[in-house]
């Protein structure tokens, strides 16, 4: 979030430009409702012109009457009197049905920017998502998609109201005195020239607020979250020393640019009495010389107060359309980058397969021009058990994410039951594999919900018995509400439960090939031996692919790819790789054997 | 919120005097503006001179300019009242939090305590800057302005009235209708914000389950949800607007339709009079409606501003549980001792540990077992006081812990907490994180605690070496790097007491192994505290403690323990083959 938002200040007025036109072309299906509420702002507006020249007939018959033997004409007063009280209502009407419109289409496109944002991370490759803050992403879709909200919201209308006041307001000007009309503009011009030139100086401390707000929050948040090794480091001093600082810059920023809105409105008064002042002395030389009647100034001194109140809300909203086009080219950016490809010219689908699996001369990298995994081929037979194992960071969920295609291969092929898995959806290849990983993901709701997860048809049976098989039945029967608790993170839940439930859940999905990732950290040994007993009742007769750290899995393996930073280096059974006397044996000897092993497992 | 203002200093109360003084004075040039316009209105139609109707039209500009001037100063100092209020709340709530212990922070989850530690403030910020010109202003003007007109004519009077008492009762209402809706929109956002952070975390069992539509139509229901509150109180908000206009433009008219008929029924003496009046008392009347719509605007902020200050107050409210000691020397080095210690958190019925003693002496290695949670964690966790034990004593180097000062335990204890949690930064900085004695680790010294957590080897292979960038949480390196950072971290600072809260998790076994084979060699005389899952790990210990459920079932040496103690045994059988056993 901080990042994008120093980037921003150059170019500006054409990504200003390129940002609005963007969102304007979103709101396209919008555009009747648009269209309606703009004509009835421009209704509204036009008939809250017409009121000022009829205030001022009011003023005359009442000036005109006021000495004369006939005394003032109440019936016209009255005529006058209502025909007022329908344009002011009217207007308000009409101004009321704008702002419901407005307000309407606003928080109908906040919706589709917020759903298209929650659409397009399906969308994207994991490479994007990997290598993206989540907290970025998150802030596109609150703060940005909010600020976009807002200043449509407040601005769209009365942007088009305060144009269109502007010129009615000049053109009524003129049509009743131009002489008058000129004096009035010229000096309301010169005032807000002086406001302009303050703006844009202003300009560099609302923007500075920001992203020194950003860079607060920024530190911040890294300071809460990481809490605890703050207070045991004794790293106190240090990060409110950091904290301070950016505090105070803050500060500087915040008061500035308080100050520099806050005098607005003062300075906008002030050119309002200037223009009054300049049309009553201009209007008093006309009405000595009996070029106008005093009527025509009690108009003009309503006009101009009409006339310099738009001015000042467009000034106004100049400045928030600053920030929604800020935040609309973040919210763009995010819904235009590069989407996975498009697959729904692939008619192939591969149902029941039988798990055989092929690597073909795989050459991966994540990175261009840095490949990690050379032409690498290799066999799977069906219901075969391959362990994938090598030290931290070797790139063991490498393996993970080209099965899956969360990545694509750079060259080769892999095939299930010989077909290459390019020529399947992944949506198909999904099916294919069920998948249990280390991270134990579980979504707040509650526990059945949880475990049926995708699998919508499943019934609770299916869903109870797959607990039962997985043996953790019996703790959900003693949580209150059973399956129906709702899991947050306020549950007290262990790590271990987390995964057996993760297990429950690729029981309940069924696939052919499974994909597991044994890491059994902070877990204690009765749950580990629970977990394992439910991943052994899982994979028996699928075919699958184990990151494996146990020593029987390993043993027991049919196929063992040995990885070491990011390549596999190895393949083959443990009996065959202890004869080579390569990578497999030394890490194998240094964890298994010898009297001070780590006894991991047997 | 009136309990946030008792953090405003000396001089920023001296600022709002002095804005008090000056909004008077503004409000005065502003009040006198209408008389002047009276004045050129009558000259205007009495005919008057050209050179007159100047003279009047410099008067009030230089009152108009002058009540700007006034503004602005007064600007300067709402601004910086304003800002430096929040500057201020900011500090002390991030100072507050840091001296937070971890039952606080998990009171209050850390997003929420930044929430309020920005969000919040910025709120009270925008009252108080608005707050100050208007809060002041409003009463000031309308007080002024109806005393000037209430001896006009009773007639206006009571039409202003009318017309100020329909404004509040529409808006007001208004208000209080949609009020509760505004702060369900709070957790509204909230549930998005969950719903979206669980589809990036889970990004990989969403897409392996095809659960995109799911998740799309779970997302879709929250923001269905929010959104027709949003409509909701858009909706209603949207009223206000053009009904300020009309009430404005309807008094107007109605004072004009008022005065025709007090002019008409006026002797031909008064008629005049009662003519500039009516041109006056328009102008006064609208600053007194004006005036009452700032004092609504401040009914329509201050809701939303009182939930922040609430939120504020909560946190400013909050004592930590644990705080700091006197401070105290101590008795002897590296020594670890509890006295039938027992624990419960704070609102819980049932004990976490119960009755546990033991003494860990310089050098020594003592490890702790036992199933997910029968304690283990806590029970280290009462050493560095993360928490504070119940009952019973918890001693370190002979002095009880809650003497020393939180600075001074944290000085002799080195931490590695389960999950490993590195900064922004560079690994340099990470590695050297924090102060022993005031002071920052030594090259030398994280240089060395490097080698020994295995980390220089990957470190060394960068191209920056203990310069390279780490991003926040550390998403760079991978989990068996990070863990291998957190440990090396806090070797650094030459504790006499490590404690490692299961802290190979995430290490390959070869890299496990020669870490610990390197502690043992290198740290000879500092006191390990050891929370291990499996035996293999702890056999060597000098000291194994056995805690079922909370309670220490086993305390000795391996081999006593294989004798003695059931629970022992039951997880050794598990994990060890017979041979080994033997």
């Known amino acids: 979030m901080r990042m994008g938002g120093r980037g921003q200040s150059f170019d500006r007025a054409k990504d200003f430009k390129k940002s609005i036109k963007k969102l304007i072309i979103y709101c396209k299906k919008y555009v009747w409702a648009i269209v309606v509420a703009l004509v009835l702002a421009l209704a509204g507006t036009v008939l809250s012109l017409i009121g000022p020249n009829k205030v001022g007939d009011l003023s005359n018959i009442i000036k005109e009457g006021m000495f004369a033997e006939t005394g003032i004409d109440m019936a016209a007063i009255t005529k006058i009197g209502l025909t007022l009280v329908t344009i002011y209502c009217l207007s308000a009407i009409f101004s009321y049905i704008t702002s419901f419109i407005m307000a309407t289409v606003t928080q109908k496109v906040s919706k589709r920017l917020r759903g298209d944002i929650c659409h397009k991370i399906n969308k994207l490759p994991l490479k994007y998502l990997d290598g993206h803050s989540h907290g970025d992403i998150l802030s596109r879709v609150t703060n940005d998609v909010d600020t976009i909200s807002q200043s449509l919201n407040n601005s769209v209308a009365s942007l088009v109201t305060s144009l269109a006041m502007l010129f009615g307001c000049t053109i009524m000007m003129f049509l009743t005195n131009w002489i008058m009309a000129l004096s009035a503009i010229v000096s309301a011009l010169i005032g807000f020239s002086v406001m302009g030139v303050i703006m844009m100086k202003s300009q560099k401390y609302f923007k500075a607020q920001q992203d020194s707000l950003g860079d607060l929050n920024g530190q911040v948040e890294e300071n809460y979250t990481g809490h605890n090794i703050v207070k045991a480091f004794n790293g106190e001093k240090q990060e409110e020393q950091a904290f301070s600082k950016l505090n105070k810059k803050l500060y500087t920023n915040s008061w500035k640019s308080q100050f520099f809105s806050g005098i607005m409105q003062p300075l906008m008064s002030f050119v309002g009495n200037l223009s009054f002042v300049v049309v009553c002395v201009v209007g008093a030389v006309l009405c000595s010389n009996e070029i106008i009647e005093f009527g025509v100034i009690v108009s003009f001194m309503i006009y101009i107060r009409l006339f310099t109140s738009p001015l000042s809300q467009l000034a106004q909203i100049a400045t928030t359309l600053q920030s929604t086009a800020a935040a609309s080219e973040r919210v763009f950016e995010f819904l235009e980058e590069r989407e996975l490809e498009d697959e729904s010219s692939k008619t192939l689908v591969l149902e029941n397969v039988v798990g055989k699996v092929e690597f073909k001369n795989v050459v991966f990298g994540y990175d261009e021009g840095k490949t990690i995994i050379h032409n690498f081929s290799a066999k799977v037979k069906p219901g075969d058990k391959v362990a994938i194992v090598g030290p931290t960071g070797a790139g063991k969920t490498t393996m993970v994410n080209l099965l899956m295609r969360f990545y694509e291969i750079d060259s080769g092929e892999i095939l299930i039951d010989d077909v290459p898995i390019s020529n399947l959806t992944r949506e198909n290849i999904h099916k294919l594999f069920g998948m249990v990983l280390q991270d134990t993901w579980l979504f707040e709701g509650t526990i059945r919900d949880n475990i049926r997860y995708s699998e919508l048809d499943a019934t609770d049976e299916e869903i109870e018995n797959a607990c039962k098989v997985v043996g953790i039945d019996h703790f959900i029967r003693t949580l209150p509400e059973g399956y129906n608790t709702v899991f947050s993170d306020n549950t007290s839940i262990s790590v271990g439960q987390k995964q057996l439930l993760t297990i429950a859940r690729a029981m309940v999905e069924n696939a052919p090939m499974l994909i597991l990732d044994e890491a059994t950290s902070s877990v204690d040994t009765r749950t580990e031996q629970l977990i394992q007993t439910a991943m052994d009742k899982l994979t028996k007769g699928r075919t699958t692919f184990v990151i494996a750290h146990r020593l029987s899995t390993i043993k027991n393996a049919n196929l063992i790819l040995v990885m070491k930073d990011g390549n596999i280096i190895e393949k083959g059974t443990h009996r065959t790789l202890m004869k080579q006397d390569g990578f497999y044996k030394d890490l194998y000897e240094s964890q298994f054997t010898s009297k001070h092993a780590e006894v991991i497992e047997t | ?582």
Request: net charge positive; proline share 2%.
């Open chain 2, 1 to 582: 919120m009136l309990k946030l203002l008792k953090y405003l200093t000396k001089k920023e109360w001296l600022y709002c005097a002095i804005s008090v003084v000056l909004i008077a004075g503004t409000v005065y040039l502003e009040l006198e503006l209408p008389s002047y316009m009276s004045d050129i209105t009558t000259l205007l139609t009495t005919g008057g001179a050209v050179k007159e109707i100047v003279i009047k039209g410099l008067i009030m500009l230089a009152c108009a300019l002058g009540s700007a001037a006034l503004s602005v100063i007064i600007g300067y100092f709402v601004a910086k009242v304003a800002a430096g209020l929040s500057a201020r709340l900011r500090a002390i709530i991030f100072s507050k939090v840091q001296s937070f212990s971890n039952a606080e922070i998990r009171k209050f989850s850390t997003a929420s305590l930044i929430t309020r530690t920005t969000n919040d403030v910025t709120q009270i910020q925008n009252l108080v800057s608005f707050g100050m010109q208007s809060m002041i202003r409003a009463p000031i003007m309308a007080v002024w302005a109806i005393v000037i007109i209430l001896g006009k004519s009773w007639e206006w009077s009571v039409l202003t009235a009318s017309a100020v008492g329909l404004l509040m009762i529409v808006i007001l209402t208004l208000v209080l209708f949609v009020m509760p809706k505004f702060k369900k929109l709070q957790t509204q956002t909230d549930s998005i914000n969950r719903i979206m952070r669980e589809n990036l975390t889970g990004v990989r069992v969403v897409r392996a389950y095809n659960a995109e539509e799911f998740e799309e139509k779970r997302f879709g229901q929250a923001n269905e949800d929010l959104t027709k509150t949003h409509l909701f109180t858009s909706r209603f908000m949207v009223v206000l607007n053009p009904f300020m206009n009309l009430m404005m433009s309807g008094l107007s008219l109605g004072i004009y339709w008022l005065g025709a008929i007090i002019i008409q029924n006026a002797n031909v003496s008064l008629k005049l009079t009662a003519f500039s009046d009516m041109v006056v008392f328009m102008s006064y009347a609208m600053q007194v409606v004006m005036a009452f719509i700032l004092l609504t605007m401040i009914f329509i902020m201050l809701p939303r501003a009182t939930v922040s200050a609430k939120r504020i107050n909560e946190i400013i409210g909050t004592k930590s549980a644990i705080l700091d000691g006197e401070g105290a020397e101590p008795i002897s080095t590296g020594e670890v001792e509890f006295k039938n210690v027992s624990f419960k958190y704070p609102d819980a019925d049932e004990y976490v540990l119960q009755d546990i003693s033991f003494k860990a002496e310089r050098g020594q290695t003592v490890a702790f077992i036992g199933s997910t949670g029968s304690g283990k964690s806590t029970l280290i966790n009462l050493v560095p006081r993360i928490y504070d034990a119940t009952e019973g004593e918890v001693l370190v180097d002979g002095v009880t812990v809650k003497d020393y000062k939180l600075s001074q335990i944290n000085g002799m204890v080195g931490d590695v907490p389960q999950k490993a949690f590195l900064f922004s930064g560079t690994i340099k900085s990470n590695l050297q994180y924090g102060e022993i004695k005031g002071e920052k680790a030594s090259e030398e010294s994280y240089v060395r605690a490097a080698k020994i957590a295995q980390a220089s080897s990957f470190i060394e292979k960068k191209e920056d070496k203990y310069d390279s960038e780490i991003t926040q949480g550390g998403t760079n390196v991978s989990g068996g790097q990070k863990q291998r950072l957190a440990i090396a971290r806090a070797i650094a600072r030459n504790p006499e007491i490590m404690i490692f809260d299961d802290s190979f998790s995430a290490l390959d076994f070869k890299t496990d192994k020669r870490l610990r084979q390197a502690i043992k060699r290198e740290l000879k005389s500092t006191t390990n505290l050891i929370v291990a899952q499996r035996i293999g790990t702890i056999k060597d210990a000098d000291l194994i403690i056995v805690l079922d459920n909370g309670k220490m079932v086993g305390k000795g040496k391996h081999e006593e323990l294989m004798k003695k103690c059931s629970v022992y045994r039951e997880i050794a059988t598990s994990q060890l083959s017979k041979e080994e056993l033997a």
